[in-house]
């Protein structure tokens, strides 16, 4: 009965009498502190993206007159529907737009296309050089690999010049495999990504399927690729992101309404907004939907690329 | 499988089985194990091969070729030696692009680095969680081009909140990206805000790192906070601080995205970095030769900064060991 009082007769209850002996903790300056610019660091990190949507959620002839009210300015889902292609251009008009549609649907497919096929190349064709390079010997692999690395250091803008020149004389200009191709194969990271984690597979279950009798082709596809799943779905999902978000290479080769990619046509449709009125609410309407693949692959697959990122970064 | 083959080559038991017609079987077959696997390989690497034989090796060697060259895209590339270096070297608008983009760097970096630093040892101290990462990461994964837009619209010389607050507070409104003075520090400020999660998970890999018993004996040691912080924290994080300098430096070096969505280089000339200016000399000026040169300084720029890191900050050597 006593033990089932502690707050009278604490001394009693051993689990009690530990914290009687403990002094009191002081209430924590130091950590309330850190907490706080925790905190801070949060909001100036979430407030823009919630200021983008409720941007996006405004008219734009109420944007002025109710330019630091928190809430959306005269709530309303034309800026949505205007960038969905959902409204006439009289609406668009008259609710403060340019009335030049973001042909968005057409951009949205050019950039599922063009990220899917690179992500799904990059990945397949930098895992069968990774396997080259970490479980099979042969002459040479350490050099050719150290190639293959050096090429990291090469910035992007001194390959684009060149590879631009050849993709026009390859006639290659304003088409998905024009802006794909450059990507679709290789890049040194993904390799080297791979690599590292295929060097410290076990030899043990191949060795046992060669014994078996198993060719290379077998091993790779049926023991080295299932059991290389988590990484090769983290690189994917890298490559995934870096492809949707690329906008230099997209730019130089594929300015073409046909093939324009989202973030080249944000872009376009920015600087088509004449400098007196720019439609505010279309764009945060459609740089919200522009970026929600990449929210929604992050909040489904978050911990996995943030667990990634110690990794990827220190190369 | 490895073992047997070395047995194979072993002196001794070539020796034993010197008897006639051995030999050949021996030599083809350490021949092969020279050899290895070199055939599958080739199969294995070819795709990849064709990529970067295509891609990153034939452009890198063109690259170099076409900066000798006066080429806009039109006729064929015609060889002029060293003008194209020499014109560089007396051409204002490079030098004006080089302190243009070196006043970012300095900036984007310098900021960066410190927040990072801070932000990283918050989330070792008191908030290793997943979530707080997660959210600090966000900014880094959505395009440039939508963060650049974004700030873009808050930081409106009009109707931008920014503004909105400082007006409030009594201070006068600024156009942030349309004044001189202001359009590269904004942008490195909005370059700031994109990376800082971005670079403090990278720190915060490196302080994970650390082993804990020399926080103990620190600790033991009576070592105050600060103390502890100079002594070990900073030395022991050197070589993870080094390479994330190095790759965020070259990063920074090469920025485009968010000046060419904002301000396009303006105004007049005030944010047009080195790599906006390749583009426009390329793209706006076809020509082709001038912009090969002015990527060629950039990449010796690029390698001799990366050196000099490296060199100067010791970043192969840990304290550790």
Known sequence: MTTSTPSRNGATAPARTAIIFKPRQPFNWRRAGAWTLVVIALVVTIAPFLWMLRTALSSNHSLAANAGNLLPADFSWGAFKRVLGLQTPEEAIAEGGSGAAINFWWYLRSSIIVSTLITVGQVFFSSMAAYAFSRLRWPGREKVFALFLATMMVPPIFTALPNFLMIKNLGLLNTYAGIILPFLFMTPFAIFFLRQFFLSMSREVEEAAMLDGASKFRIYFKIVLPNAAAPLATLALLTFFGTWNEYFWPLLVGQDESVRVLTVGLGVFKSQSPQGAPDWSGLMAATLIAALPVLILFIAFGKKVVNSIGFSGIK | ?321
């Open chain 2, 1 to 321: 499988m490895t073992t047997l083959t070395k047995q194979q080559r072993d002196p001794a038991g070539r020796a034993a089985g010197t008897k006639a017609g051995k030999t050949g079987s021996t030599r083809k077959q350490s021949l092969t194990h020279r050899m290895g696997d070199l055939r599958i390989a080739m199969v294995f690497i070819f795709p990849a091969m064709i990529g970067f034989v295509a891609f990153f090796l034939i452009p890198t060697i063109r690259g170099v070729y076409l900066s000798f060259t006066e080429y806009s895209i039109l006729g064929d590339p015609t060889w002029i030696g060293i003008k194209n270096y020499t014109a560089i070297f007396a051409d204002e608008l490079f030098w004006n692009a080089m302190s243009v983009t070196l006043q970012y760097v300095a900036l984007n970096i310098g900021f960066q680095t410190v927040i990072a630093l801070g932000l990283a040892l918050l989330m070792h101290r008191v908030a290793k969680s997943t979530f707080v990462r997660g959210a600090l990461l966000l900014p880094f994964l959505v395009a440039n081009v939508i963060v650049a837009l974004l700030w873009f619209w808050m930081l409106d010389y009009q109707l931008g909140i920014v503004n909105e607050v400082i007006s409030w507070l009594g201070g006068q409104r600024i156009a942030f990206f349309g004044s001189e003075q202001w359009a590269i520090p904004t942008i490195a400020f909005v370059n700031v805000w994109r990376h800082m999660g971005y670079t403090a998970l990278l720190l915060f890999a490196g302080l994970q790192s650390i082993p804990s018993h020399v926080y103990e004996v620190a600790s033991l040691d009576g070592a105050s906070p600060t103390r502890t912080f100079w002594s070990i924290t900073m030395p022991l994080l050197r070589p993870v601080m080094v390479l994330v300098l190095v790759v965020t430096v070259i990063g920074s070096f090469q920025v485009f995205d968010t000046v060419a969505v904002t301000t396009a280089g303006g105004p007049i000339n005030a944010s047009r970095v080195i790599q906006m200016y390749i583009y426009q000399k390329a793209f706006t000026e076809s020509d082709f030769g001038y912009a090969s040169a002015l990527s060629v300084i950039l990449f010796v720029i690029l390698a001799l900064v990366a050196f000099v890191q490296m060199k100067f900050l010791k970043g192969n050597e840990s304290d550790l060991d």
